[in-house]
């Protein structure tokens, strides 16, 4: 434990590496524009539906919102493009719906940018060069999530079954990109890296362990070898099937270990020595709780959880638009209150 207050970058990459920072560092992927406009009095300012492959603040936004919720990390969102129909749900968020890769005769609408072009980069480069004392993270995806919404996740199964090459092809194509890009923005001034692939339902994964580790795995440790910074894996659902292969790429955090999928305590108890836990507010108590349920949520996690360090309050997801303004703010200001090292909760 530090003797003095540390930055927020410090913070979180002392969670990062399973020692004790001077609190528990609180994180958040994203905020969405909608609740950001509650919290923070903005006008409504142009809609981000449909345009999440990019970064959706500014500089001066991301550090205003997460100064306001004293959040650790502001995030930079840079992904490859999904070819899929898209709809704007309530409060904004995107939804994806159709996958526009359903034959191999699709493949020539699969364009992505060039990854060896400088102008890609120009933008993440000046968000680094501005982040402050905030731990600066890039937000992407490796290739496989991608390669599912891309595909329609039935056209994906079924290919997995009938015609493998197809998904090693249209994923192939994804994780190449993203080895070029993962070297590139390793070399800026970024904290963290953050994948977000989803890969599983609550009840379980997407595909089979065996899938995972013949199909995935091999592209995944071909990223791997170019992320030099810590890198936190994203994905929803219950990945216990395969977590043993998912930890042997030398992730540094695993976000969400979503609630009703995942236990974060045993998680602590039997994976705490070897991986950060990023988790798990649920973002139904933050939707239709109190702020006294929200507080007692964050004061247990935080009582259960950070003892010996290597935990980082998130939500269960991220700030969604539908969530209560008064409950986020519950959140922060429950983390202020216990997250305390040496923890007396």
Not at 55 to 65: D, F, G, L, Q, V
Not at 123 to 148: C, L, M, P, W, Y
Not at 301 to 309: E, F, Y
């Amino acid at each position: 434990m530090s003797d003095r207050s540390m930055t927020s970058r410090e913070r979180v990459l002392t969670a990062l590496r399973r020692e004790e920072p001077d609190r528990v560092p609180y994180c958040e992927l994203h905020v969405d524009r909608s609740l950001a406009q509650q919290l923070m009095g903005w006008g409504e300012g142009e809609s981000q539906a449909g345009n999440l492959e990019t970064n959706p603040y500014s500089i001066e936004e991301a550090r205003a919102i997460a100064s306001f919720l004293k959040i650790d990390n502001i995030s930079y969102i840079m992904r490859a493009p999904i070819f899929a129909s898209k709809v704007a749900g309530q409060d904004g968020r995107l939804f994806y719906c159709d996958g526009a890769i359903q034959t191999e005769a699709d493949l020539g609408l699969l364009q992505l940018p060039d990854p060896y072009d400088d102008a890609l980069y120009a933008e993440a480069e000046e968000f680094t060069r501005q982040k402050g004392d905030h731990a600066a993270a890039f937000v992407t995806r490796i290739g496989i999530f991608s390669t599912i919404l891309s595909m329609g996740l039935e056209t994906f199964s079924l290919a997995l079954h009938d015609n493998r090459g197809f998904v090693e092809t249209v994923l192939d194509r994804y994780c190449d990109w993203m080895t070029v890009v993962a070297e590139r923005v390793c070399e800026l001034e970024f904290d963290l890296f953050i994948s977000t692939d989803d890969m599983a339902f609550k009840s379980g994964p997407f595909f089979s362990p065996a899938v995972f580790h013949d199909l995935v795995l091999p592209r995944f440790q071909r990223v791997a070898e170019k992320i030099t910074l810590p890198w936190i894996v994203h994905t929803d659902g219950n990945v216990m099937p395969f977590l043993d292969d998912l930890l042997s790429l030398g992730i540094a955090g695993l976000h969400p270990i979503e609630k009703g999928a995942m236990d974060i305590r045993a998680m602590k108890q039997e994976y705490g020595d070897r991986i950060c836990l990023l988790g798990n507010v649920d973002l139904n108590l933050l939707g239709a709780g109190t702020p006294e349920e929200v507080d007692r949520e964050v004061r247990e996690l935080i009582r259960d959880v950070g003892p010996g360090g290597g935990y980082i309050v998130t939500s269960g997801n991220s700030l969604a638009g539908y969530l209560r303004p008064e409950n986020v703010l519950a959140l922060s200001e429950a983390v202020m209150k216990y997250g305390s090292y040496p923890l007396e909760v």
